[in-house]
């Protein structure tokens, strides 16, 4: 039911007394990868995700629940499969959760990114969903959430869930605690209705999510498409008015609240001066102190918009010849999902593009695109 009116009755969840705080997140903020004579290397996590939630929960000494992904975090781990973290702004909990090479494959790169992925960016690429790859997004989804069950302790926690590989978890941690706070907050565009019912769970989907006390977006778009998505495929009350569903005997408030990262973090106090910067940056790539130089950095994934951007730096040394040699695009590409085809055919793309651009336009000591395909850490991003 799709009521456009205010109403009453729906009461905020009360946040103000001391509570347990978790995250729940398909990626920890680093890993524990075997390194040469036994040794123990730690990698920093590329995500932004990390970036933005990690200064708070650190901040509240609360649990981030992840995915053990790291070739020797099982060497690292206490007796309940975590380990505790001293960060800049405080110490959190880290607890695994550990699935085989089957559970991840299906769960993460074929139920979350070959399906919920393309469906909610519709950006040309079709979603393919499989029955398995379902049933191990399923599983892993009950395994997070009897993870966070696990670290609650006495006290009902507040549980942030974290984005779209999750979306069952919800329903599954207020099952096993009936008293926790869940805010579930889905990062990615949230389609128009009849694009979200092409997916066979769309429904199941629908009725994990709302098992949360609030339900974040990203825009206001994306918060009407939800709750109309809501309105044609469960029978709830959706009240657009107050932004509010409810289903199963239980009020969800759904919000936008866009995600931005801590500016005034170590690492940005630490970074030297502009042109400080500006010079090791030319020092290191070999570029004229003089160069007009642009930078783009993010995942090589379809959604990013980096094959535009090279058609884009293609058109400006058309329309204006007197920048040939003087101006520089560096895109720096994180190595992303590999193991899928729609991912090995954007990274061709973009060696072509980039190709192509720097023969028609580069020289022998000189290319207007610059592609790194490799991991920067925040200090030297």
Known sequence: MLNQSARGGIQRPVLDAPRRVLVVANRAPFCHDRGADDGIIVKQTASGL?????PLLASYHGTWVAHGSGSADTLVVDGRDGLDVDSDTGAYRLRYVWLSEKEHRGYYYGF????????CHSVGVSPVFRERDFRMYRKANERFAAAAAAESATAPPIVLVQDYHFALAPRAIRHR???STIASFWHIPWP???RFAECRWARELLDGLLGS???GFQTNADCRNFLRTVALLLDSEVNLATRTVAYRGHSTIVRAYPVGVDWNSEVVRNTPPPETCREQVCRDLQLPPTVRLAIGIDRLDYTKGINEKFLAVERLLETNPELRGRFVFLQVAEPSRDSLPAYRATRAQLVETSHRVNGR???SSYEPIRLLEAHHSPAEV
């Open 361 to 363: 336009f580069g020289t």
């Open 213 to 215: 006390a609030i339900v």
């Open 192 to 194: 128009c209705p009849r």
């Open 50 to 54: 990390v970036t933005a939630l990690q």
């Open 177 to 179: 605690v009936p008293e």
């Open 112 to 119: 979350a990114n070959e399906g919920l992925w393309p469906l």
